[in-house]
């Protein structure tokens, strides 16, 4: 039940954009994002919820699909803060979350 | 205001010997949640509070673990006759309410880094 999350690993350089993508293999009521940079905890991004409520940072767009059980993140015109791995931590309408495999994004100047 | 502390931040022990970590929740925080997560990879899920009751151990991986809460606000997660793949982070994190359908946001710990020799 562990969401995919693609690509594992990406490369831009500062003012490029990026997407990331979540897919779990079963119904999903919500999204959470987080970003983790190395040696820190995960820092909360957004959640996204079934039925299309938002919640989370201004500067991140996100979208989620739930025919597609699917969720995308968007970062553009990145900055080098935006540095670290990117998780998606998928709910069930349950009391807990799974997390992705993460994806790895690195900002070069 | 502060956020989740986790003690201690290291803890080096031999296999065999019992370890007990440590998590303060955010003040006024209901839910509290403990994950494992290894090098590379996504915190995975080991068990859940709501208050003093502990919900779901579902992610316990054997009966070595076990966590408790007892007035609702520390939490302790101990493992017992430790082994050398217990090494991991251990990270604790807090919600202000209950997660129920993915509406409130966890808060993470910094971790506890755990090395079984």
């Known amino acids: 039940q562990q969401p995919v999350q693609s690509p594992q690993a990406v490369i831009l350089r500062e003012g490029e954009d990026a997407v990331i993508n979540c897919s779990s293999s079963?119904?999903?009521?919500?999204v959470h994002w987080y970003r983790q940079k190395h040696g820190e905890a995960p820092v909360f991004l957004m959640i996204l919820l079934k039925g299309g409520e938002q919640k989370g940072h201004e500067k991140i767009s996100a979208s989620f699909n739930e025919k597609k059980q699917q969720s995308s993140l968007y970062l553009t015109a990145s900055q080098l803060s935006y540095s670290g791995t990117y998780f998606c931590g998928t709910n069930f309408g349950n009391e807990k979350l799974t997390f992705g495999t993460g994806t790895r994004l690195t900002i070069i100047p | 205001g502060a956020g989740v502390s986790q003690s201690p931040r290291y803890k080096v022990t031999k296999r065999g010997q019992d370890v007990a970590l440590r998590c303060d929740p955010i003040?006024?925080?209901?839910?509290l949640y403990w994950y494992r997560q290894a090098l590379g990879q996504g915190p995975e899920f080991l068990t859940y509070f709501n208050y003093e009751a502990q919900q779901d151990k579902s992610g316990l991986p054997n009966d070595r673990f076990s966590a408790e809460r007892p007035e609702g606000s520390i939490s302790t997660l101990t493992i017992q006759r430790t082994e050398q793949r217990d090494s991991a982070m251990y990270r604790c994190?807090?919600?202000?309410?209950?997660?129920?359908?993915?509406?409130?946001?966890?808060?993470f710990g910094p971790g506890t880094r755990l090395l079984v020799l």
């Open positions: 003040s006024g925080h209901v839910s």
């Open positions: 994190a807090s919600s202000i309410g209950r997660l129920a359908g993915g509406r409130e946001t966890q808060y």
């Open positions: 079963k119904a999903l009521y919500s």
